[in-house]
């Protein structure tokens, strides 16, 4: 069959086998979904069984691999590559490629040695184990856009160093990104609250205030504005905020917090989201939110919020 792209070339006096796979390019806020061995980073997937299609095989394997259910996609391209050496002995590679959503966790993996993990897709595109899978996330990248979240840097004083930083990397000592927090109430006193996808990579399910990082040539203001129309589609005006709260959060964070506070009257309107990372929002008092708090359905970093509100 013809393929988009064959890699390497059979070896002289080995005798290949050929063999078909399906693999998920699974992408969430920016980050890729990869399978972590101890040879190195491989796409979601494996070879077919008899007589099993592409989006099975993806579904089984993901399961196998990552513990993980999976759905896929869109068609994305196939390429083949001849492998010298694998457990199967020399293999002519033939690997189908598909965008797609990995679920929550839901099973122990079969295969131990496999570790889920979220990367930046940029960072997968140069570090994936195959050339043949670092040429699919390439793919991905020029079909889709789908591109790492940047933001800019900052010292624990708040100064702009001109600096900028892949989401996902590590990020420098001594450097700071801004994440914003953005309550909304209503004219009762309730709290506008969103439950998290169950694809989210953290915290699926639990339930959280709007908010999320700062990108790249944004204000704190600007960001908690734009955080607010993705996540549950409203469209709040800028001299409505109030700057309530800022913090420098160090170990595990390495961030500035900034918490604002939005007063509304007017529709949900979660139909007008523009990313799908909210599973479903409601207002509630700040009872109701302390009851989500002190039942583990909150997401645990929002306890700071109960003095505030």
Same mark, same amino acid.
């Given at each position: %069959?013809?393929? $988009?792209?064959?890699? /390497? +070339?059979?070896?002289?006096?080995? +005798?290949?086998?050929?063999?078909?796979?399906? #693999?998920?390019? +699974? &992408?969430?806020?920016?980050?890729?979904?990869?399978?972590? *061995?101890?040879?190195?980073?491989?796409?979601?997937?494996?070879?077919? $069984?008899?007589?099993?299609?592409?989006?099975?095989?993806?579904?089984?394997?993901?399961?196998?691999?990552?513990?993980?259910?999976?759905?896929? =996609?869109? #068609?994305?391209?196939?390429?083949?590559?001849?492998?010298?050496?694998? $457990?199967?002995?020399?293999?002519?590679?033939?690997?189908? #490629?598909?965008?797609?959503?990995?679920?929550?966790?839901?099973?122990?993996?079969?295969?131990?040695?496999?570790?889920?993990?979220?990367?930046?897709?940029?960072?997968?595109?140069?570090?994936?184990?195959?050339? %043949?899978?670092?040429?699919?996330?390439?793919?991905?990248?020029?079909?889709?856009?789908?591109?790492?979240?940047?933001?800019?840097?900052?010292?624990?004083?708040?100064?702009?160093?001109?600096?900028?930083?892949?989401?996902?990397?590590?990020?420098?000592?001594?450097?700071?990104?801004?994440?914003?927090?953005?309550?909304?109430?209503?004219?009762?006193?309730? @709290?506008?609250?969103?439950?998290? =996808?169950?694809?989210?990579?953290?915290?699926?399910? !639990?339930?959280?205030?709007? =908010?999320?990082? &700062?990108?790249?040539?944004?204000?704190?203001?600007?960001? +908690?504005?734009?955080?607010?129309?993705?996540?549950?589609?409203?469209? !709040?005006?800028?001299?409505?905020?109030?700057?309530?709260?800022?913090? &420098?959060?160090?170990?595990? @964070?390495?961030?500035? !917090?900034? &918490?604002?506070?939005?007063? #509304?009257?007017?529709?949900?309107?979660?139909?007008?989201?523009? *990313?799908?990372?909210?599973?479903?929002?409601?207002? %509630?008092?700040?009872?109701?939110?302390?009851?989500?708090?002190?039942?583990?359905?909150?997401?645990? *970093?929002? /306890?700071?919020?109960?003095?505030?509100?």
């Amino acid at each position: %069959m013809k393929t $988009d792209r064959t890699f /390497g +070339a059979p070896e002289p006096g080995k +005798a290949y086998r050929s063999r078909e796979g399906a #693999y998920l390019l +699974a &992408v969430q806020d920016g980050l890729l979904a990869v399978a972590d *061995t101890p040879s190195g980073w491989f796409l979601p997937g494996g070879g077919t $069984d008899p007589g099993e299609s592409h989006e099975a095989c993806i579904c089984r394997e993901c399961l196998e691999e990552l513990g993980c259910p999976a759905r896929a =996609g869109q #068609y994305m391209g196939c390429a083949d590559g001849y492998l010298g050496q694998t $457990d199967f002995g020399p293999i002519h590679a033939i690997q189908f #490629y598909y965008t797609g959503a990995l679920g929550t966790k839901s099973q122990e993996p079969i295969e131990p040695d496999h570790t889920f993990i979220w990367v930046p897709v940029e960072e997968a595109a140069q570090k994936m184990k195959l050339e %043949m899978q670092r040429w699919a996330v390439q793919k991905l990248l020029e079909k889709t856009g789908q591109t790492g979240e940047q933001w800019d840097l900052y010292t624990q004083d708040r100064v702009l160093t001109g600096e900028t930083h892949l989401r996902g990397a590590p990020l420098p000592e001594g450097r700071y990104h801004l994440v914003v927090h953005i309550w909304i109430r209503n004219p009762k006193g309730q @709290f506008l609250i969103s439950q998290r =996808g169950a694809d989210r990579p953290a915290f699926p399910l !639990l339930w959280e205030c709007t =908010g999320g990082s &700062v990108v790249k040539g944004e204000d704190s203001l600007t960001g +908690a504005l734009r955080e607010v129309k993705e996540e549950v589609g409203l469209d !709040l005006p800028p001299e409505g905020g109030k700057l309530i709260h800022s913090e &420098v959060r160090g170990e595990g @964070f390495q961030d500035i !917090l900034d &918490v604002w506070l939005f007063d #509304y009257n007017g529709p949900l309107a979660l139909e007008k989201a523009t *990313t799908k990372e909210v599973a479903q929002c409601r207002w %509630m008092d700040k009872s109701e939110i302390q009851a989500l708090y002190d039942s583990g359905e909150l997401v645990p *970093t929002l /306890g700071y919020v109960f003095p505030l509100l």
